[in-house]
């Protein structure tokens, strides 16, 4: 019977195949603050996403595997074979929305430096 189970529980983990990954911690959205905190220099490949509006993303990734909107805040999620990038957009002023937040990870959940990741899913560019 205890194989039975086990058998039944990794033929239902497998289902998970596809779709949206989902992010490392349940129920997180960063929220930006009034005044963003002095942040070291970053690699030019994040520097040019601070900022980036979803038209700009979506011609630099291509299509987002999630985009979801909450309020005025909205989520692009692009993955690709080495990770997954998760971009947070949100008004500044009356303009456009605009990302000032980012997360990746590898498909695996595990932590990936951020540069790496949009260099991986930019084509090494």
């Known amino acids: 019977m205890k194989k039975l189970i086990l058998i039944g529980t990794l033929a239902l983990g ?13 129920g997180y ?12 220099s970053l690699p030019p490949s994040l520097a040019a996403l601070r900022g980036a509006t979803a038209p700009r993303l979506i011609a630099q ?19 690709g074979p080495v990770c997954v990038l998760d971009t947070y957009l949100y008004p ?14 590898q498909r695996d959940g595990r932590p990936i430096d951020e540069a790496s990741c949009v260099s991986a899913l930019s084509g090494g560019r």
């Open 92 to 105: 500044q002023g009356r303009g456009e929305p605009v990302v000032t937040h980012i997360d990746a990870r």
């Open 61 to 79: 990734f291509g299509k987002p595997q999630l985009d979801m909107s909450e309020g005025t805040a909205r989520k692009l999620q692009f993955a």
């Open 14 to 26: 497998a289902c998970g195949e596809g779709g949206v990954i989902p992010p490392p911690r349940a």
């Open 29 to 40: 959205v960063p929220v930006p603050s009034a005044r963003p905190a002095p942040s070291p």
